[in-house]
Nanobody
Framework: QVQLVESGGGEVQAGGSLRLSCAVSGNIFSTNLMGWYRQAPGNQRELVATIASGGSTNYADSVKGRFTISRDNAKNTVYLQMNSLKPEDTAVYYC???????????????WGKGTLVTVSS
């Protein structure tokens, strides 16, 4: 059983900061790629940032320069430091683990339940 548990969401004024955490537990084959996605009401879930086990990162253009993703491999935990928050960042943020299973390394995605981030203007 794999579990991803997010924490750190909340309400903040525009220009403020929040730090999200996601702890992964259970039997998984690989924790190479972890990341954060978000979904605002009426919108599709979109990628925010990803990070590989070696530290390589990828960011959505909308958050680049403001958000920083990091991870602690020993703890199987991924973080998202969000600075200079904007009302447009308001969404439910979901932690994601992309596992690769089997001889062909098929992708299997695990998701957390989400944590709400609300940015007021």
């Amino acid at each position: 059983q794999v579990q991803l548990v997010e924490s750190g969401g909340g309400e903040v004024q525009a220009g403020g900061s929040l730090r999200l955490s996601c702890a992964v537990s259970g039997n998984i084959f690989s924790t190479n790629l972890m990341g954060w996605y978000r979904q605002a009401p009426g919108n599709q879930r979109e990628l925010v940032a990803t990070i590989a086990s070696g530290g390589s990162t990828n960011y959505a253009d909308s958050v680049k320069g403001r958000f920083t993703i990091s991870r602690d491999n020993a703890k199987n935990t991924v973080y998202l430091q969000m600075n200079s928050l904007k009302p447009e960042d308001t969404a439910v943020y979901y932690c994601n683990l992309e596992d690769r299973v089997g001889p062909f390394r098929n992708k299997v995605n695990y998701w957390g339940k989400g944590t709400l981030v609300t940015v007021s203007s």
